[in-house]
């Protein structure tokens, strides 16, 4: 049984930062990407930003500069750090692990913008 378990959400104003952690537990063979994802209401889901096992990193045009994902390969955590937050950030953000085998998605957590 894989769990991903997700902290750091809220609620910042315009300008400020956050920082979201999300830790991977269970037998998950092997992890390559993982990254996080929003979902603002009435809009589909997108990717926000995600970091390949060698490191690299994949960011959506509207967070570039702003946002940051990191991985701990370690401990099986990912973190994304968001500065410089706009009300258009609001959403629900979903953590992604994407495995040798299949991929798993945390639960959820709020993150809400104030301008």
């Known amino acids: 049984q894989v769990q991903l378990v997700e902290s750091g959400g809220g609620l910042v104003q315009a300008g400020g930062s956050l920082r979201l952690s999300c830790a991977a537990s269970?037998?998950?063979?092997?992890?390559?990407?993982m990254g996080w994802y929003r979902q603002a209401p009435g809009k589909q889901r997108e990717l926000v930003g995600y970091?390949?096992?060698?490191?690299?990193?994949i960011y959506t045009d509207s967070v570039k500069g702003r946002f940051t994902v990191s991985r701990d390969n370690a401990k099986n955590t990912v973190h994304l750090q968001m500065n410089s937050l706009k009300p258009e950030d609001t959403a629900v953000y979903f953590c992604?692990?994407?495995?040798?085998?299949?991929?798993?998605w945390g639960q959820g957590t709020q993150v809400t913008v104030s301008s």
């Open positions: 992604h692990v994407l495995g040798s085998l299949r991929d798993y």
């Open positions: 269970g037998s998950i063979f092997s992890i390559n990407h």
């Open positions: 970091i390949t096992s060698g490191g690299s990193t």
